[in-house]
Nanobody, 114 residues
């Protein structure tokens, strides 16, 4: 069973930065893509950023230029978040996709507030 463990969430002021990390129980190169999603209260889960096995990245329009997804070794995917806004407040989930199968972490809370 694939396990994904997120860390790095917390409370940050508007304009601040955070780095989220996701450690997988197996090589992330076993998957077609890794990604970060988020879910705010009362809203549906939405894509934030993905990186495929070839290293191609994709971002939601709302985070382009502020967030960066990257790989660190063979088991970790990071999400560097800068210029955080109150609307970025959400639970952030790590995701691994293998063909049509998706695996999820337990989520980490990010709160942007003064």
């Amino acid at each position: 069973q694939v396990q994904l463990v997120e860390s790095g969430g917390g409370l940050v002021q508007p304009g601040g930065s955070l780095r989220l990390s996701c450690v997988a129980s197996e090589s992330i190169f076993n998957f077609n893509a890794m990604g970060w999603y988020r879910q705010a209260p009362g809203k549906e889960r939405e894509l934030v950023a993905t990186i495929n096995v070839g290293g191609v990245t994709n971002y939601a329009d709302s985070v382009k230029g502020r967030f960066t997804i990257s790989r660190d070794g063979s088991t970790t995917v990071n999400l560097q978040m800068t210029g955080l806004k109150p609307e970025d407040t959400a639970v952030y989930y790590c995701n691994a996709r293998l063909l049509q199968r998706y695996y999820w972490g337990q989520g980490t809370q990010v709160t942007v507030s003064s």
